[in-house]
C-alpha cells in the first residue's frame, strides 16, 4: 500500500481491489472495517484520522481475539477459524509490529523514566507505553509484562 494513502483511502482501494479479483471472505472483512469507520464518524460527527482508524481496527481485532477465546472455549472451531482469518486481513492494514525485544526495552525505560517501583505506578506506565505502542503490539500482553515487573 502506499503512504500517500491515508487508511481509508487505502481499505477502499482494497475494497475494489478485492472485488475485482472476486475475494469474498476478504471483501466482507473490508467492508465490516469501513462499516464500522463510518459508523463511528456518523456518531461522532467527525472525519477520522488515521490514528483514530486504527483505534477502530483495534478494536475490531480484540473484539476477534475474544470471539476466537469462547468459540475455542466451546468447541466451535470451524467459527474460530473465520474470526482468525479476519484478524489477519485487519492486520494487514495496521503498522508493523514492534519485535518482542524492542518492545520489553520500551517497558524498561518507561518504568524507569517514571521511577515506577509497584502496582500503583501502572497506570501511568500503561498511558506512557500506550502513546508510544498503540496499533503496533497487543496491548493485552504488554500489561501482563508491566505488572511482572512492578510485582
Known sequence: MSDSLDLTQQLQESMKAAMRSKQKDRLGVIRLVIAAIKQREIDERIRLNDEQVLAVMNKMIKQRRESISQYQAANRNELAEKEA??????????PAALP???????IADT???LNASSMKDMGNVMNQLQTKLQSRTDMAQVSKKVKAKLS
Open 100 to 106: 518482542e525485544q524492542e518492545v520489553d526495552q520500551l
Open 111 to 113: 518504568i524507569n523514566a
Open 85 to 94: 482469518q479476519e484478524i489477519t486481513v485487519i492486520e494487514e492494514f495496521l
